[in-house]
């Protein structure tokens, strides 16, 4: 794994971009994993950045959302396809067709898991998969105690994770219960990991997820079993890792 510390949200975002820019610049029609939630907003502005700038061209890439709610309507601003919608594909001009979301509003939602698990691979899996980091250490919406093999499913969100997010609905009360959410075997399939994270809120889950033992209960641990996971926060987060030194000092020893 490697481990990048900058100094502040923005440069975690400018560097989660330069790595996902080079994905696409060699494959434009490259498989992305999109994360939801205010971790990846920097990512996904300064990509928008690079759109005007450098003419980075994101009309054939595919995307697939990491997960979404089950019981709210599509159209509703908190939920996972609007968001994505709002923050990844208009800014970044993605074709909406391309870009799919788990069908939190099926009827048969184990069938709806499998046909994600399906359209993952029907479009030759996912090249990069960009990750956020919750505070108690879920990816996705894989919770404490999720399986580290776990594919597309449902799953019932814990109370912590609800009241985190209880920010983006009008009361706690009107934040669902379940959701549908690749798993944490799904996620390891990606060819690619970037995981990003800012603030000090997020610092016990990550040295957890980075220097802890391999455990369900730090879902986010899981990308110790992958072989291209990269790790980018900010001081804050980064402030209870014990090996910081080391990760400087592979920054300043690129081989
Ligand atoms: C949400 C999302 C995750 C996200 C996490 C952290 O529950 N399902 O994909 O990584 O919470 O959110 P934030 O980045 O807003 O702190």
Redesign the pocket.
Known sequence: MKVVIVENPKAVGAAAAQIIATVVLAKPRAVLGF???????ATYRSLATMVQAVHLDFSEVRGFA??EYVGIPRGHPAS?AEVIRREIVEPLGLTPANVSVPDGQAQDLDQAGRDYEEAIIEAGGIDIQI?????NG????NEPTSSLTSLTRIKT?TES?RR??ARFFDHLSAVPVH?L?QGLGTILRSHELVL??H?S??AVALAAAVEGPLTSMVPASVIQLHSRATVIVDEEAASLLTLTQYYRFVASHLP
């Open positions: 994360a939801t939630g205010s971790s990846p907003g990491l997960d996972y990750l956020g980091i919750g505070a879920h990816i996705g919406f969100l994770t985190d997010n959701c959410t990003v994270a603030g809120h997020k």
